[in-house]
């Protein structure tokens, strides 16, 4: 092996390290690693612009930009308040309806921007009622890793599948994944009911708290509420029609953002920018340039050809490896730089002579957006909610979240397993 190939593994497994103990903040580490690799010669600064994957990013800004304005117009606390209404102010009843907007918000908004927006409402609602909020902010992060797997929108690992990979639209994610993602949520709502319909019992007296709660004055600004309801509508039609457009995604977005932001007026663009998650753009920067040293020396070439040899690029092999990999991986690590890292790879399979890659990119999408549930460290949207519920004085600890999460991951890629195979491998 090459020394530059050498060093270009032990600048990514030192960051990666790093990024797993949380010591220091992973966006720092990963800039760090990425502007290392060019300094120590692996890559020239050239080569990694090439690496750096700005649609991505841009459909990542453009969403964040949409949504803090929508924000503004007190719509989704208006939502939460309104479906807890609608479920009698009974506290089981609620914590279901708050995961399926958690999971139905998490396909449309993405899961990390629907996490921040549920949370402040969730301990609203369950001060009034006076019962332990961490059942239902456990039910709301695995439904939004749950939801957000539905959509290419959804979580950043689809955003990254989906910019590498042409073909995969708008309206593709849809049709391949939101099915499976349907009969998981279902089979999640059920098991949610099991296991903490005893932790969440309160008095019928502050149940009725709940269906005293007003609905008028939330929404602060009726008109700023139909401009971005307009154009949430309007960006999410042109995302299913994109490719018909030839539009890449990040146009679409950052369309529809800029559009918002003249109709709004420019005094909205400071507080709309600065609500834009710069920490998590940056670190997808220095993910993609660690990982352009791995791609241009050749490891990512070799680690693809281990993986056909193991299956012997039998197709049922090769899609269950990447599924269960994925997923196993990503309730470990954060699984956004496994799929930077696993989005070369299969390309490179390609390359060697596997036909059909359509079962591996799903089975990527599946293992990486699912297995993000497994432990609280697994996603993005799931160490924001427990530092959120930490700062509340509720902090979820990894083991407590652990034993409920991690069976529910399993049972969601067996039931992935058996989708795959069945639509793609028979």
Not at 2 to 26: G, S
Not at 45 to 71: C, K, P, R, Y
Not at 354 to 361: G, I, S, T
């Amino acid at each position: 092996m090459e020394q530059q190939a050498i060093w270009a593994i032990i600048i990514f497994l030192a960051a990666y390290a790093l990024i797993i103990t949380e010591k220091i903040h992973r966006t720092i580490i990963a800039m760090l690693g990425g502007l290392i690799v060019v300094a120590a010669g692996v890559v020239n600064q050239e080569t990694v612009l090439h690496h750096i994957d700005f649609n991505t990013l841009g459909l990542l800004i453009g969403m964040m930009i949409i949504v803090s304005i929508t924000a503004d117009t007190g719509l989704f606390k208006f939502i939460a308040i309104w479906a807890s209404k609608k479920a009698q102010g009974k506290p089981v009843r609620i914590m279901i309806v708050l995961s399926l907007i958690t999971a139905v918000g998490s396909a449309f908004l993405d899961n990390v921007t629907t996490i921040l927006l549920m949370v402040p409402v969730t301990f609203s609602i369950t001060r009034q009622l006076r019962v332990n909020p961490i059942p239902f902010l456990i039910t709301q992060i695995i439904s939004s890793n749950v939801g957000g797997t539905a959509t290419l929108i959804g979580d950043p690992p689809n955003i990254m599948i989906g910019s590498a990979v042409k073909e995969l639209t708008f309206g593709a994610f849809i049709t391949n994944l939101t099915p499976i993602i349907i009969i998981i949520m279902a089979v999640y709502v059920l098991l949610f009911i099991l296991l903490f319909r005893k932790q969440i019992q309160t008095t019928p007296e502050r149940t009725q708290n709940i269906m005293e709660l007003e609905l008028t004055g939330i929404i602060t600004d009726k008109k700023l509420l139909v401009q971005s309801l307009s154009i949430l509508g309007l960006t999410i039609l042109a995302f299913f029609l994109h490719q018909m457009l030839h539009l890449e995604s990040a146009v679409v977005a950052l369309s529809g953002a800029f559009i918002l932001l003249l109709l709004t007026g420019e005094h909205r663009m400071e507080d709309a920018f600065s609500k834009v998650e710069w920490t998590t753009i940056f670190f997808f920067i220095g993910l993609f340039a660690l990982v352009s040293g791995l791609v241009e020396t050749g490891v990512i070439a070799d680690l693809a050809a281990k993986a056909i040899e193991l299956t012997d690029g039998d197709p049922v092999a090769t899609s269950m490896l990447i599924l269960w990999l994925s997923a196993i991986a990503s309730a470990f690590l954060d699984n956004i730089p496994f799929v930077a890292t696993m989005i070369p790879m299969i390309q490179e399979m390609g390359n060697m002579g596997v036909q059909n890659l359509e079962p591996l990119w799903w089975s990527l999408a599946l293992g990486a957006c699912l297995g993000g549930n497994g432990t609280l460290i697994g996603a993005s949207a799931n160490l924001i909610a427990a530092g959120m519920s930490g700062k509340e004085g509720y902090p979820i600890k990894f083991l407590a979240y652990f034993k409920v999460a991690f069976p529910l991951m399993i049972l969601s890629i067996v039931l992935s397993s058996v989708y795959v195979y069945l639509r793609y491998l028979i």
